[in-house]
């Protein structure tokens, strides 16, 4: 398993961005597919973005793509968000989590490792 610390959260008006960080402890980061969930208040938990980890490929839900910006890097054991263009429904506590290569990405079901969440509030 591999320990997980978010940051980065915050209070922005509609249209604004923020930056999310995952700090991740362990040798093992590189191993893992890295990934954005977040919950909104009386929600389920929905997928927002991942990022393999050696190809780099990435994957966004439909709702963020065109705005958000996952990236990692392997040698600071770090993912990040990049959220532009931030609307009030983007609202919601943002997870950080890591996974196998083992099932759906899009399913948060499939995510093993869980950071303890970062809140986003989009408000004017």
């Known amino acids: 398993q591999v320990q997980l610390v978010e940051s980065g959260g915050g209070l922005v008006q509609p249209g604004g961005s923020l930056r999310l960080s995952c700090a991740a402890s362990g040798r093992t980061f590189s191993s893992y597919i890295m990934g954005w969930i977040r919950q909104a208040p009386g929600k389920e938990r929905e997928f927002v973005a991942a990022?393999?980890?050696?190809?780099?490929?990435?994957v966004y839900a439909d709702s963020v793509k065109g705005r958000f910006t996952v990236s990692r890097d392997n040698a600071k054991n770090t993912v990040y968000l990049q959220m532009n263009s931030l609307k009030p429904e983007d609202t919601a506590i943002y997870y950080c989590?890591?996974?196998?290569?083992?099932?759906?990405?899009?399913?948060?079901?499939?995510?093993?490792?869980w950071g303890q969440g970062t809140q986003v509030t989009v408000s004017s």
């Open positions: 989590a890591a996974k196998i290569n083992s099932g759906s990405v899009y399913d948060p079901a499939t995510f093993g490792s």
């Open positions: 990022i393999t980890p050696i190809r780099l490929t990435t």
